[in-house]
């Protein structure tokens, strides 16, 4: 099955040090997706890529947050100088858009614990 | 400002039942819904669509049901089974208005008695 994959699954840090997560999406996918979730909250959008151009940013995404698509295929997500206030689940989905109906895929998502 | 809203934290059903889960939202621009359903420590996992030039879309057990004049959309579960015990997402994009972001409500557990 080639799904969406992210890495690592977990991930617990202290305050201040950067962190960076990995997203695989589905092969041939254009699009791909960044959300952050917390307790009791839905996914809230990020940031998101067509092939490895940047589209869209959230004002979520702070200037600690910056992610990349290089070959547009996998992409990162890094985090410099983490604050407790990013403990979150960090998610990834991709889409192949042919049409305005874009279904989006996620990954199992990578749990970032800030100490 | 919450545009798309889950007015139910949890709800609890008897198997063989249905399960209908409600979904409201504000933003009129919004044309393509989705519901989503999601286990602990993993990630959504797609349940159905519909776009907004229709107002049903069936897939197998499950049903969505979207009015376009309330700003509402159901999910209809018959029959409803102890594996359906999970959080339910709605979410819904703008996508011809250009952005491709999914905007989620907070979510509903459902709880399928057995």
């Known amino acids: 099955d080639t799904g969406v994959s992210q890495d690592p699954r977990h991930k617990i840090t202290k305050r201040g040090q950067n962190v960076t997560f990995r997203c695989d999406p589905i092969?041939?996918?254009?699009?791909l997706y960044w959300y952050r979730q917390t307790l009791g909250q839905g996914p809230e959008f990020l940031t998101y890529f067509q092939n490895e151009a940047q589209l869209e940013k959230s004002r979520l995404l702070s200037d600690r947050f910056s992610a990349e698509r290089p070959k547009g295929s996998f992409s990162t997500l890094e985090i410099q100088r983490t604050e407790q206030g990013d403990s979150a689940m960090y998610l990834c989905a991709s889409s192949f858009t042919l049409s305005t109906t874009d279904t989006q895929y996620f990954g199992p998502g990578t749990r970032l614990t800030v100490l | 400002d919450q545009q798309v809203k889950q007015n139910s934290p949890s709800l609890s059903v008897q198997e063989g039942r249905i399960s209908i889960l409600n979904c409201d939202y504000t933003?009129?621009?919004?044309?393509?819904f989705l519901w989503y359903k999601k286990y602990p420590a993993e990630g959504p996992t797609f349940l159905i669509s519909?776009?907004?030039?229709?107002d049903k879309n069936e897939d197998g057990r499950f049903t969505v049901f979207l009015n376009k004049s309330a700003k509402h959309l159901s999910l209809h579960i018959v029959p409803s089974q102890p594996g359906d015990s999970a959080v339910y997402f709605c979410?819904?994009?703008?996508?011809?208005?250009?952005?491709?972001?999914?905007?989620f409500g907070t979510g509903t557990r459902l709880k399928v008695l057995a």
């Open positions: 092969s041939e996918h254009n699009r």
């Open positions: 519909i776009s907004s030039i229709k």
């Open positions: 979410a819904a994009s703008a996508a011809t208005s250009g952005t491709y972001k999914y905007i």
């Open positions: 933003n009129s621009m919004f044309d393509y």
